[in-house]
């Protein structure tokens, strides 16, 4: 792969990594993860998202593990709620661990530059 570094108006970038990244990538990816992640934030917030179930199981758990009056209703048991609650942790992690791989790949254009004798 290639060591040159060219200058670009937001620092110096590894050609030979651009290249790369420009086969696998498109700058698109990054608006992908915007809307992505403002759809992700409006479940989080709709009846029934995580918001709401981590809320109902705070709840449950205060009342059994604490022995607080009985708070909030659910039609679920407390183990099946915090399975769904894990199901979603998880579609987000499973997200991020998307969005880590490109973030991974634009942070590597900073690489591999060639040594400066000047800079000593």
């Given at each position: 792969m290639s060591t040159d570094v060219i200058d670009t108006p937001f620092g110096r970038v590894n050609q030979g990594i651009l290249n790369a990244l420009k086969d696998d990538f498109s700058a698109i990816e990054i608006l992908k993860m915007v809307e992505e992640f403002d759809q992700r934030v409006q479940a989080f917030q709709e009846d029934g998202g995580l918001r709401a179930q981590l809320l109902t199981l705070h709840g449950m758990l205060h009342t059994v593990m604490d022995g607080a009056q009985v708070t909030v209703s659910s039609e679920q048991t407390l183990p099946d709620l915090a399975s769904d609650a894990l199901d979603e942790v998880q579609e987000c992690l499973d997200m991020f661990g998307r969005w880590t791989a490109m973030l991974s790949l634009?942070?590597?254009?900073?690489?591999?530059e060639p040594f400066d004798s000047e800079e000593l």
């Open positions: 634009v942070r590597e254009l900073g690489t591999a």
